[in-house]
């Protein structure tokens, strides 16, 4: 079966190898690179949209930094003025880092918040995504009459069955979020 | 061996995850939901078929010293494919296997079949063997992933059938660990024949 091994043949077998692979693979990415960034572009056009008010015009992204971290805000202009800020706010998960897209009103509410990318245990940590009980609080938290912590650390946000630390990591990211922001405004 | 034979006994005889025991990090750690399972199991037939047929046709001209490295290499070409398509036309399937879909290319049920059978024949049975033990791979892990979905989200391929949590250990690690077990001793029972 297997030719005799000597070091003429090993090396053109394998760089013929790595060259034909290395081909195969700048034509699948060729192809698939158009395709991917429309799909990471539109996740974040998605998660914008849905953490700001409607019919806001959206900004070009502005570098902002985020609980010590580089990231990123859009922000939510109506009839000129800015009514709401989309920030991009990363913490760790329980399984990673946790993205999150947060949008915070100019009089300091968080508007809503989406999901960007996670690394949580599907079925527990994932529910952050899709657990109506949780996503559901987010929604017009009033940073002003409640506190941005876990129930659990004396806060007011209801964390995931069996997921406090994936709570405790979202609700960090909403807090460095709504921090920034606040920053901004000053 | 006949061609339909070499289909059949990948699913049932040298079912890769019940019988030949291979593959476990994967098998334990994506079938949470019975959707996930199905998908990591498509995922794999893919690479699979694919080295399968790749290093069929190359085993002859390698020679033995670097064997592993071509195959390795060829596996890894193949995943990295399946990982940009799948980036690219179903990135919620993507991100919902995450970490796993990159590491198919050290499942040993894929490097198994390449030392076994496909350096040792020809293209249409290697393929076959491929698109066998690929199904094997794919029933065992949705099924797993069937039965921790009723048990620990009371939901048949995201069908909610009761309200509120089911029970959470089976979402999780020692879920997969009894599931897995327990499945393992009726397929032996009940389906092997010694």
């Known amino acids: 079966m297997a030719a005799k091994s000597n070091l003429t043949n090993m090396a053109v077998v394998l760089a013929a190898t790595c ?39 959206v900004s070009e992204a502005v570098p902002v930094k985020v609980g010590g971290e580089d990231s990123e805000y859009y922000i939510g202009t109506k009839d000129g003025a800015p009514v709401a800020y989309a920030v991009k706010s990363t913490t760790s ?3 990673g880092a946790l993205t999150l897209m947060v949008g915070v009103t100019a009089d300091g509410k968080v508007y809503n918040t989406s999901v960007l990318s996670h690394t949580e245990t599907p079925g527990l940590g994932a529910k952050c995504t899709s657990d109506p ?31 406090t630390i994936t709570s405790r990591a979202y609700t960090l990211a909403v807090k460095n979020a709504y921090e920034a922001v606040k920053g901004l405004a000053k | ?29 994506t079938t949470t939901s019975a959707i996930n399972g199905l998908s990591m199991g498509l995922a794999t037939l893919f690479v699979l078929v694919l080295s399968n047929m790749a290093i069929s046709l190359v085993a002859k001209v390698t020679p033995d010293k670097v064997h592993i490295p071509v195959y390795i290499v060829v596996i890894a070409t193949f995943v990295t494919v399946l990982q940009l398509l799948m980036q690219a036309y179903t990135p919620g399937i993507y991100s919902a296997l995450g970490v796993f879909i990159p590491l198919i290319v050290v499942n040993c049920i894929i490097l198994g079949r390449a030392e076994a059978f496909a350096c040792k024949h020809n293209v249409i ?20 992933g069937i039965v ?33 077990g327990y499945l393992m001793v009726l397929f032996n029972k009940y389906l092997v024949k010694k």
Do not use: H
């Open chain 2, 148 to 180: 921790r979905e009723i048990l620990g989200s009371g939901s048949v391929f995201g069908w909610k059938f009761i309200t509120g949590d089911g029970i959470l250990a089976f979402i999780m690690a020692p879920g997969a660990f009894l599931v897995l």
């Open chain 2, 125 to 144: 049975d290697s393929a076959l063997d491929g698109i066998g033990v690929g199904l094997g791979f794919v029933a065992s892990l949705t099924v797993i």
């Open chain 1, 133 to 163: 009980a949780f996503t559901a609080q987010w929604k017009g938290f009033d940073t002003g009459t409640k506190i941005l912590s876990v129930k659990k650390d004396g806060g007011d946000v209801d964390a995931i069955t069996a997921s």
């Open chain 2, 1 to 29: 061996m006949s061609k339909m034979q070499l289909i059949t006994k990948g699913l049932v005889k040298d079912n890769p995850t019940f019988v030949l025991i291979l593959g476990m990090c994967p098998t334990l750690a």
């Open chain 1, 93 to 95: 998960g329980f399984g």
């Open chain 1, 19 to 57: 060259l034909i692979c290395a081909a195969i693979l700048g034509c699948v990415y060729a192809v698939t690179a158009a395709p991917i960034a429309e799909t990471n572009a539109n996740i974040q056009k998605a998660a914008i949209a849905a953490v700001l008010p409607e019919g806001v015009e």
